[in-house]
T-cell receptor, first 114, second 112 residues
């Protein structure tokens, strides 16, 4: 069991470019969550998805950020026109059901905007 | 809005000593999760506490949950250097209770 796979591990983008972060959940998990961690802070919830559906996006910034979890393939977190303030670690987690028995986190993508 | 507060935020302790990290939360929840994070790494699940009075132990770490007091504790017994990490508690939140609200973390340094 490969766990939650995220790629890339590190991503450098210039201001104004697009960033695409990928997350493949654990085998058999159909619930995916994205969190953002700023330096020296805890994780902040962004979005919760199931296959082809966004369940809760209350933590997503209103502009430039979007997420999807298609029927086939990984979940994608997309950040358009990145700014320096987007620099952070982005973690994906997955769960078998709604997370009652816990969540498994991926290794994260560290995004640096220069 | 749910708030989750941990204290202390930073803890430096000698090997062999005992200490407790506290996690308070502001709204009713019957579940709480503890995670460990090493620098530059992901979150490792330590404990899943699913009911009032739940107590779980793994090695030198023991976690408990008091849902009435809205308090969880993570107790460290006879600390060793390998326990140096940042520890987070997290409480379910959101409409369906599927998202986690994290505390700010407790950075633990265990000195030889």
């Amino acid at each position: 069991n490969a766990g939650v796979m995220q790629n890339p591990r590190h991503l450098v983008r210039r201001r104004g470019q697009e960033a695409r972060l990928r997350c493949s959940p654990m085998k058999g998990h159909s619930h995916v969550y994205w969190y953002r961690q700023l330096p020296e802070e805890g994780l902040k919830f962004m979005v919760y998805l199931q296959k082809e559906n966004i369940i809760d996006e209350s933590g997503m910034p209103k502009e430039r950020f979007s997420a999807e979890f298609p029927k086939e393939g990984p979940s994608i977190l997309r950040i358009q026109q990145v700014v320096r303030g987007d620099s952070a670690a982005y973690f994906c987690a997955s769960s078998l059901t709604g997370g009652y028995y816990g969540y498994t986190f991926g290794s994260g993508t560290r995004l640096t905007v220069v | 809005e749910l708030k989750v507060e941990q204290n202390p935020l930073f803890l430096s302790m000698q090997e062999g000593k005992n200490y407790t990290i506290y996690c308070n939360y502001s709204t009713t929840s019957d579940r709480l999760y503890w995670y460990r994070q090493d620098p530059g790494k992901s979150l490792e699940s330590l404990f899943v506490l699913l009911s009032n009075g739940a107590v779980k132990q793994e090695g030198r770490l023991m976690a408990s949950l008091d849902t009435k007091a809205r308090l969880s504790t993570l107790h460290i017994t006879a600390a060793v250097h390998d326990l140096s990490a940042t520890y987070f508690c997290a409480v379910p939140s959101g409409n369906a209770g599927n998202m986690l609200t994290f505390g700010g973390g407790t950075r633990l340094m265990v000195k030889p």
